[in-house]
């Protein structure tokens, strides 16, 4: 039961929409499932070096009713036997299937940028997030990967548009495709201590 520095496996944590497949909103339907370019190739890479895949999604239309959990188990089923005949075993599904919060009702502790996903995935499959990275489109990926122990990847791809800034939502590096994020998690460091503080938070 692993979480930081106790001698768990490395994992990637990928975003699902708009980093793993392309973005079409509230899609469940299989057929409809596009991978985004180098997405493949990329995980090939860290499969080969020894990260264990796992996919990170919040999921909202579950709570607003546009699609049930059944259906979105359909999806991650379809999502494992395609990655798997890809070359890419997934370790791991892990989806927040709540709505935002509101003032009324404070947010749950799985919907990224909380980390709950992770510590979910971390304690399963015995993970070592001090060793492990985030891959995502926005900034609450970012802030979700890096709350939880994890360095990150900003996929700068035209998804974030909102740009707010704050703690843990500095990625420790950008890129353009999933394959580009590999190479450089490949490039990087391994990390005897617990990962740096991104700079805004190294400035206090």
Known sequence: MALN???????????KDGTLVEDQP????????????GA????????????????????????LGYF??????????????????????LTGFYACPHAPG??????????KPAPGLFHQAARAHGLDLARSWMVGDILDDVEA????????VLLDVGNETVWKSGPWRTPHARAANLHEAARHILKAPALAD???????LAAR
């Open 145 to 152: 990967g890096q709350r939880a122990g994890c360095r990150s």
């Open 102 to 111: 509101t003032a009324a009702e404070p947010a749950c502790s799985c919907r």
């Open 40 to 63: 493949l190739d990329g995980l090939r890479l860290l499969h080969a070096q020894g990260f264990r895949i796992v996919v990170v999604t919040n999921q909202p239309g579950v709570a």
């Open 5 to 15: 520095g106790g001698g768990g496996d490395p994992a990637v944590f990928v975003d």
């Open 68 to 89: 049930d959990l059944n259906a979105l188990l359909r999806l991650r089923q379809a999502l494992a036997r395609r990655l798997a005949r890809a070359g890419v075993p």
């Open 194 to 200: 617990p990962p740096a503080m991104p700079p805004e």
């Open 26 to 37: 509230y899609n469940v339907d299989p057929a409809r499932m596009c991978f985004t370019a």
